[in-house]
């Protein structure tokens, strides 16, 4: 059996616009304004909450310590924020779910290994009605650890009864890329999310333009 596991943020979903909207509401609540922009940070949405804060704040000049004071005293307000309205602007990438489908009926297991909190990630995906499309979800807080460590990987693959010899992670950053080489597995970078056809440089075993193209490379890499 094949474990096709997917990272959240980035690969399965553009997720920034209601994480960029969380990290201003905080901004605004502490008289900043809007600090981040939800189109030329959008990549910074997807490294999560800290990131955006940390971005945040040291535009307002805040650095060293006291940055990561702000950073650590408003990330509960950001996940608070975040998850009153987690599903306002996000969307599954086009063809996301009918690759799932069709994955599935050639017998391939599906998973989700995100650095996003397990609960939130659990809360998104009922919200977008795909909850059922998954038969495991490893997130921040499952474990005492989070990617790039191979252990969530590992766990999501173990959950669906696989196995890493026949298993492939698909992802859109470089903590996936390492997640997965730490893992032994191969990995697919898509180029739609934050860093685009920049991911070629992590060198995957593959890069995915299209979903509609996604079951074709998972059956070459794992044949």
């Not at 470089?174 to 997965?180: G, H, I, K, N, P």
């Given at each position: 059996m094949r474990s096709v596991i997917f990272d959240l943020d980035g690969t399965l979903a553009d997720t920034s616009g209601d994480l960029i909207e969380a990290a201003n509401a905080c901004f605004r609540a502490l008289g900043h304004g809007e600090m981040l922009d939800p189109l030329t940070d959008a990549a910074t949405a997807f490294l999560g909450g800290r990131a955006m804060l940390r971005l945040g704040f040291g535009r307002l000049g805040l650095e060293g310590t006291a940055l990561e004071q702000e950073v650590m005293r408003e990330i509960p307000v950001l996940l608070t924020y975040y998850e009153t309205a987690?599903?306002?602007?996000?969307?599954?990438?086009?063809?996301?779910?009918?690759?799932?489908?069709?994955?599935?009926?050639?017998?391939?297991?599906i998973g989700i290994c995100t650095n996003k909190p397990e609960g939130l990630a659990d809360l998104l995906l009922c919200k977008l009605g795909v909850r059922d499309a998954?038969?495991?979800?490893?997130?921040?807080?499952?474990?005492?650890?989070?990617?790039?460590?191979?252990?969530?990987?590992?766990?999501?693959?173990?959950?669906?009864?696989?196995?890493?010899?026949?298993?492939?992670?698909?992802?859109?950053?470089?903590?996936?890329?390492?997640?997965?080489?730490?893992?032994?597995?191969?990995?697919?970078?898509?180029?739609?999310?934050?860093?685009?056809?920049?991911?070629?440089?992590?060198?995957?075993?593959?890069?995915?333009?299209?979903?509609?193209?996604?079951?074709?490379?998972?059956?070459?890499?794992?044949?």
């Open positions: 987690i599903d306002v602007h996000t969307e599954l990438y086009p063809g996301a779910l009918e690759a799932i489908g069709r994955l599935g009926s050639e017998g391939a297991a998954f038969g495991s979800l490893v997130g921040a807080g499952t474990l005492p650890v989070r990617k790039p460590d191979p252990a969530p990987l590992l766990e999501a693959v173990a959950r669906l009864g696989g196995v890493p010899e026949r298993a492939v992670l698909i992802g859109d950053t470089d903590t996936d890329r390492e997640t997965a080489r730490a893992a032994g597995m191969p990995c697919i970078l898509v180029t739609f999310g934050p860093g685009r056809r920049a991911v070629a440089a992590l060198e995957p075993e593959a890069l995915l333009e299209d979903y509609e193209d996604l079951p074709d490379l998972v059956a070459r890499l794992l044949p």
